[in-house]
């Protein structure tokens, strides 16, 4: 399950969008405050959108814990630089570093559901938009 979530992971950090299919069910789900959804179809956007905002975006995997019954817990850490237009907004030149925590479940092989927690408030105040 650790390949699973490192590959995931990856994927934020190389804008590999085109990948999410290979790490989730075909009918998963998303969900976080500001979007929900098919995974696949939601996380396209955000692995993009989050590109194009912050083109020196990166995701660290700060521990990530399993429990007996299959569900994975994966505490995160982003950083980077807003250089591109962010929800409406023009670019403010200032770096983030937000943590987060993922609730994961998994079918066989793949991603099952994301249930994603971060403080979208701190987020916006780091760029200034609060």
């Known amino acids: 399950m650790k390949e699973l979530i490192e590959h995931y992971v990856s994927i934020w950090n190389r804008n590999g969008a085109s990948e999410l299919e290979e790490v989730f069910t075909e009918d ?7 979007q929900s959804g098919n995974a696949i179809e939601v996380l396209s956007g955000a692995v993009a ?12 995997i700060t521990q990530l814990t399993v429990n007996p019954d299959g569900q994975l817990f994966l505490e995160w850490k982003m950083t980077g630089t807003n250089t591109g237009e962010f929800f409406g907004n023009p670019p403010t030149g200032r770096s983030v570093e937000i943590k987060g ?18 403080d979208t408030g701190l987020f916006n105040q780091q760029l200034g938009l609060q």
């Open 28 to 34: 998963s789900k998303y969900w976080d405050s500001v």
């Open 49 to 60: 959108g989050t590109y194009e905002s912050f083109p020196d975006v990166k995701f660290e």
């Open 101 to 118: 925590l993922d609730a994961i479940s998994v079918e066989g092989n793949k991603i099952r559901e994301i249930r994603s927690f971060y």
